[in-house]
């Protein structure tokens, strides 16, 4: 009987022959040009040997798929412009229930994220811990958009003693009803606590005010730009549009030099194409949009009637005289050039330059969670919060730089009675008029 143990006889031949090659490798000497390196099965890095061919980096020059993702995303896009012009014409309210509904898909994405990441299914176990995340949600939403749209609110309502009193009642006491929210939420989450659950639970807590920073951060910025004149929202996010487009097809066609690691389809040709393309697009663009006056006269309140102003001096037309050696080959002999163009010049650079990190930050995001996208939403772009990356960070850009350089620093008379009569009810507002018409009186009465 033979001597081999059993669990040995089984091996069949091809696999000790395999065994014996594997063991003749392991001990032979390699050459240098032959050393085997292993790579993580799941590493987000693109192989040397995939990425490199005869040289030259091929990250999307002949991918068979890319055409039809190409005409994907080209539909979805066009869709989407043509919604937000529907939604430009509808006026500054309905923009403003846009960034809304943004939010909330932004919201429910981000939300999301955290349950899919989680291989325990924990969240199952607690079923109602999803429905202290919108009361967060809600309450925020509140809190921002109270303080934002408060003078708005004053100046909408009618004359009406009730309905004055309850819109004045309800801005006055708007932050201590958010507080005792925010304290009933946390309250709420305190009694929700289950043995061995608190890691899960207290991550959760802190993951639901991370979104509410990211979500109304830059939601707040940009409905604040609206209302100063929806120039400032459309001409900022139609930057980063096309910037997006420009850099997706400069690196469609040109790309071979990855740009960075978190993004592999990035690529320098993208990245600098699509700047100089952002650049020019900004000064043409700025002078296009800024003889709407649609688009640059501010909303004092929550109508939807149509705009008139006094056009703001940056949108008054500069006539620029051409160079002799220039005029004499042209019909015109000088161009205008609205003031701010020169302004829309910074924002183009920042678009261009600064504001593709925050897509950057987005696919390091995704990567520490191993997504492709944050949703589906949206065919050919991913969900919602993909789209919005770059928004968020020229958003915020674009309201301290109108406040810091462009927007008037005057007090006019009709600011400050602004400013006191919003906290006064219509007894007081009567009680101020009186007392300003007895001051004025007293006054005239000195002169003479």
């Not at 069949?12 to 490798?25: A, L, P, V, Y």
């Not at 925010?182 to 309250?187: E, H, K, P, Q, S």
């Not at 019909?331 to 925050?358: D, N, R, T, Y």
Request: charged residues 15%; hydrophobic residues 45%; proline residues 4%.
């Amino acid at each position: 009987m033979s001597s081999t143990p059993k669990h040995l006889r089984n091996i069949s031949t091809s696999s000790m022959r395999d065994i014996n090659n594997e063991f003749h490798n392991c001990n032979s000497p390699r050459t240098p040009g032959f050393i085997r390196q292993r790579r993580p099965s799941h590493s987000n890095e693109i192989p040397a040997e995939i990425s490199k061919l005869n040289g030259t980096n091929h990250l999307l020059i002949d991918d068979k798929a890319k055409y039809k993702s190409m005409w994907i995303r080209a539909h979805s896009s066009l869709w989407m412009l043509l919604s937000l012009l529907l939604l430009i014409y509808l006026g500054h309210l309905y923009m403003w229930a846009m960034v809304v509904v943004i939010q909330i898909f932004m919201a429910h994405e981000l939300f999301n994220l955290l349950r899919k990441a989680n291989t325990n299914n924990q969240d199952k176990r607690l079923p109602k811990f999803k429905f202290l995340n919108w009361h967060f949600f809600f309450t925020a939403m509140l809190y921002v958009y109270g303080r934002i749209l408060s003078q708005q609110l004053v100046n909408t309502v009618s004359s009406d003693k009730f309905l004055y009193r309850l819109v004045s009642n309800v801005i006055k006491y708007q932050m201590v009803i958010c507080y005792f929210l925010y304290i009933a939420g946390f309250v709420w989450f305190i009694l929700s606590l289950r043995k061995r659950y608190y890691k899960y639970q207290f991550g959760q807590y802190a993951w639901i005010h991370m979104i509410l920073i990211v979500v109304f951060a830059q939601s707040a910025f940009t409905v604040a730009n609206i209302f100063e004149g929806i120039f400032w929202f459309l001409f900022p996010a139609g930057l980063i549009a096309m910037n997006d487009v420009a850099a997706y097809f400069f690196g469609f066609f040109f790309g071979r030099t990855p740009l960075i690691k978190l993004s592999p389809k990035k690529t320098w040709e993208g990245f600098i194409g699509a700047s100089v393309a952002t650049m020019i697009a900004a000064f043409a663009f700025a002078n296009f949009l800024g003889r709407f006056q649609w688009l640059t006269c501010p909303r004092k309140d929550l109508s939807t009637g149509w705009l008139k102003c006094d056009p703001d001096p940056i949108f008054k037309p500069e006539y620029i005289p051409l160079p002799t050696l220039i005029a004499q080959w042209l019909p015109w002999k000088e161009i205008a050039v609205l003031p701010v163009q020169w302004h829309a010049l910074w924002m183009g650079l920042f678009a261009s330059i600064i504001a593709p990190f925050g897509g950057f930050f987005a696919s390091g995001f995704k990567r520490a969670f191993k997504i492709k996208d944050f949703g589906d939403s949206i065919p050919g772009h991913g969900g919602v919060t993909d789209r919005m990356d770059c928004q968020m960070v020229m958003a915020v850009f674009v309201y301290i730089y109108y406040q810091s350089f462009i927007a008037p620093h005057d007090y006019s008379v009709e600011m400050v009675l602004g400013q006191v009569l919003r906290n006064l009810d219509m007894e007081e507002q009567h009680a101020l008029y009186n007392k300003l018409g007895q001051v004025l009186r007293e006054r005239r009465f000195i002169q003479d």
